[in-house]
Every structure is written in structure tokens, then in C-alpha cells.
């Protein structure tokens, strides 16, 4: 039977077992190869790709309990590596080998969207489930609040957009 979803606002329809992980869906029937296979057993984090806007481990769910949902992988952050957290990863040359990078970058997109400004703890809370053989924790953290203060210049950008030009040239007399 068919299983129908979104993958990068794309729609998809698949027909596999409905208890296959939605982490081989993803790689071996859509091609898509940014989400990583670490452990299978929800314990490293590489796999982390959002349903509905929620950071899950794609390792241990079934694509039968996907049906009808917005799945979001790495491949969908932004077209042209314009997210925050993508720039901020680069600016902080977070990586060291990579392979735990896409799970380490959809757990902060899926923190920044709930907490945009987030305190150490709260980073260190969001992402202790994603494990990084090369120890790149530190940078992650930067990148972290680099990309926290990025959201907030672009809203206070929006914001001024929105004040009327004589307001801004002085007031309106
Ligand atoms: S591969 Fe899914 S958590 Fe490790
Ligand atoms: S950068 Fe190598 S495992 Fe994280």
C-alpha cells in the first residue's frame, strides 16, 4: 500500500513495507543521502530529520507513521545555504570529518525555531542527544548563538522595514 507524505515540500508517495525506517526511505528509495545512518537505535542523532517541525530520530520511525506529514532533511534547510544556522556553521568552521553534521544541524534549526535565543543550557539540553566523534561540541555552541543573534538582526531588520521612511528621517511634524 502507498504511503503518502511531504519531503521538502515535495509530495511523495512510496510504496515499501510500512515498517521500514523512514532513515532508509529517505536514502534508499529518495535518493537523498544528507540524512546519515549512526547507530539505528536512536542513540547518536546522525539521522535527525523533522516531522512537522519537530527534530526526530528517522532511524527508529516507521515510514507507516509518516502518512500524511511534512518531513524536512537537511537538503531542505535552504536552497542556497542561506539559513542562519548554515551560515553560521560556516563562519565558525563547525565540521571536522562531517558525518554528524546534518543530525547536528537539524536538532539547531528545531532549537532556534523554538527558542530563538537560547541559553547555554538550553543548547546543551537540545542537543545532547546528537553525538560528535570529533568533539566539535564547543563550535556547535557558538554556531549556536551566532545564529541566534543572526535571527534576531533579520526580525529587527523586518521590524524597521515596517516603520514609516518620515519616522525614520526624523518624524513626521
Ligand atoms: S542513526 Fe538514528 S540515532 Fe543513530
Ligand atoms: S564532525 Fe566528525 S563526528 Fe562530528
Given at each position: 500500500?502507498?504511503?503518502?507524505?511531504?519531503?521538502?515540500?515535495?509530495?511523495?508517495?512510496?510504496?515499501?513495507?510500512?515498517?521500514?525506517?523512514l532513515?532508509?526511505?529517505?536514502?534508499?528509495?529518495?535518493?537523498?543521502?544528507?540524512?546519515?545512518?549512526?547507530?539505528?537505535?536512536?542513540?547518536?542523532?546522525?539521522?535527525?530529520?523533522?516531522?512537522?517541525?519537530?527534530?526526530?530520530?528517522s532511524?527508529?520511525t516507521?515510514?507507516?507513521?509518516?502518512?500524511?506529514?511534512?518531513?524536512?532533511?537537511?537538503?531542505?534547510?535552504?536552497?542556497?545555504?542561506?539559513?542562519?544556522?548554515?551560515?553560521?556553521?560556516?563562519?565558525?568552521?563547525?565540521?571536522?570529518?562531517?558525518?554528524?553534521?546534518?543530525?547536528?544541524?537539524?536538532?539547531?534549526?528545531?532549537?532556534?525555531?523554538?527558542?530563538?535565543?537560547?541559553?547555554?543550557?538550553?543548547?546543551?539540553?537540545?542537543?545532547?542527544?546528537?553525538?560528535?566523534?570529533?568533539?566539535?561540541?564547543?563550535?556547535?555552541?557558538?554556531?549556536?548563538?551566532?545564529?541566534?543573534?543572526?535571527?534576531?538582526?533579520?526580525?529587527?531588520?523586518?521590524?524597521?522595514?515596517?516603520?514609516?521612511?518620515?519616522?525614520?528621517?526624523?518624524?513626521?511634524?
Amino acid at each position: 500500500m502507498a504511503i503518502r507524505f511531504t519531503v521538502n515540500g515535495k509530495a511523495q508517495s512510496v510504496d515499501v513495507n510500512p515498517d521500514m525506517p523512514l532513515l532508509w526511505v529517505i536514502r534508499d528509495t529518495l535518493n537523498m543521502t544528507g540524512t546519515k545512518f549512526g547507530c539505528g537505535v536512536a542513540l547518536c542523532g546522525a539521522c535527525t530529520v523533522h516531522i512537522n517541525g519537530a527534530a526526530i530520530r528517522s532511524c527508529i520511525t516507521p515510514i507507516s507513521s509518516v502518512e500524511g506529514k511534512h518531513v524536512t532533511t537537511i537538503e531542505g534547510i535552504s536552497p542556497d545555504h542561506s539559513h542562519p544556522i548554515q551560515r553560521a556553521w560556516l563562519e565558525v568552521d563547525v565540521p571536522q570529518c562531517g558525518y554528524c553534521q546534518s543530525g547536528q544541524i537539524m536538532s539547531a534549526v528545531a532549537l532556534l525555531n523554538k527558542t530563538p535565543n537560547p541559553t547555554d543550557a538550553q543548547i546543551e539540553g537540545a542537543m545532547a542527544g546528537n553525538i560528535c566523534r570529533c568533539g566539535t561540541y564547543q563550535q556547535i555552541k557558538e554556531a549556536i548563538h551566532k545564529a541566534a543573534g543572526m535571527h534576531g538582526a533579520a526580525k529587527q531588520n523586518a521590524e524597521l522595514d515596517q516603520i514609516p521612511q518620515d519616522a525614520l528621517a526624523g518624524g513626521a511634524e
